[in-house]
């Protein structure tokens, strides 16, 4: 238990690793449902987490966005506005719109200083989309996107500490039950065991010490396994947080502007 607590302690101490460079994606625009939108969203979050940085989901299309702040989405410079009035180093944005079964996706990736990349396919799904969609967030000349580990995203250490916690304190409870049921056996020899001479006594004594040991060892252990979760439990819910932003109108003196909501 207290080798467990301490290795916990160290991982939380661990500084989390965390590029300078910001990578923003908002949800597909464009007339596909909802449901189709969404599952073509969560590929290219994945594919976006190839690029180095760090990469937000946000939750408003570049086009609410843009009307947010004041430009017209089909201008070739609102998404450096954009882009700018975010504060993030990259914007990825695109539309969706089914047609027999089909989607085609139109996806940018804009950076300063350049105009928006753009890339366009049609598929039945978002795996079928992704071979094409993929080359965009490479560097610009480079073939192809560094390849993302497999199950392992972009800046996972608070995510892994997470898991550690909940790990530790499912073992610590699981101890801590079995204690309490050797304690409860134990109990049960005490209740049956014979009380006429000496020696029976002074093994009364010896059983009625050990159960409490259990006991108390099972308390110890039940209590820190479910503080443990819950904790891990709290980190997991924080870098799930951290990983999405919101992003809300807000009237200024000078017009309309947006706030930027969530962790980096």
């Known amino acids: 238990m207290r080798a467990l607590a301490l290795g916990c302690v160290l991982?939380?101490?661990?500084?989390?690793?965390?590029?300078?460079?910001?990578v923003l994606v908002l949800p597909l625009g464009g007339t596909a449902d909802p449901a189709t939108?969404?599952?073509?969203?969560?590929?290219?979050?994945?594919?976006?987490?190839?690029?180095?940085?760090?990469?937000?989901?946000?939750?408003?299309?570049?086009e609410e966005t843009a009307a947010a702040v004041g430009c017209d989405p089909a201008?070739?410079?609102?998404?450096?506005?954009?882009?700018t009035a975010l504060g993030v180093d990259e914007l990825v944005y695109g539309t969706a719109t089914t047609t027999d079964g089909q989607t085609t996706v139109t996806l940018r990736r804009s950076a300063p200083g350049t105009a928006p990349r753009e890339t366009t396919t049609t598929a039945a799904t978002p795996?079928?989309?992704?071979?094409?969609?993929?080359?965009?967030?490479?560097?610009?000349?480079?073939?192809?996107?560094?390849?993302?580990?497999?199950?392992?995203?972009?800046?996972?250490h608070q995510r892994n500490v997470g898991i550690a916690y909940v790990a530790g304190g499912g073992a610590a409870l699981i101890i801590g039950l079995a204690l309490w049921s050797h304690a409860?056996?134990?109990q049960d020899e005490i209740n049956a065991?014979?009380?006429?001479?000496?020696?029976d006594f002074q093994q009364l004594e010896d059983l009625e010490s050990t159960t409490l040991t259990y006991a108390v060892l099972g308390d110890i252990m039940v209590l820190g396994g479910l503080a443990l979760g819950g904790y891990g439990g709290w980190v997991l819910y924080q870098d799930h947080?951290?990983?999405?932003?919101?992003?809300?109108?807000a009237i200024e003196s000078g017009g309309v502007g947006l706030t930027l909501g969530g962790a980096w």
Do not use: W, Y
């Open 184 to 186: 409860s056996s134990t």
């Open 241 to 249: 947080k951290a990983r999405h932003v919101t992003l809300t109108p």
């Open 75 to 83: 201008a070739p410079a609102c998404a450096e506005t954009v882009r």
């Open 37 to 62: 939108r969404a599952a073509f969203d969560a590929s290219i979050g994945k594919l976006a987490r190839r690029v180095d940085g760090t990469v937000m989901v946000g939750d408003t299309t570049f």
């Open 193 to 199: 065991h014979p009380t006429q001479t000496a020696q």
């Open 127 to 156: 795996a079928a989309a992704e071979p094409q969609l993929a080359p965009l967030f490479a560097a610009p000349g480079a073939p192809d996107a560094k390849p993302l580990p497999p199950g392992v995203p972009t800046n996972h």
């Open 11 to 22: 991982a939380i101490a661990s500084p989390a690793l965390a590029g300078p460079h910001k």
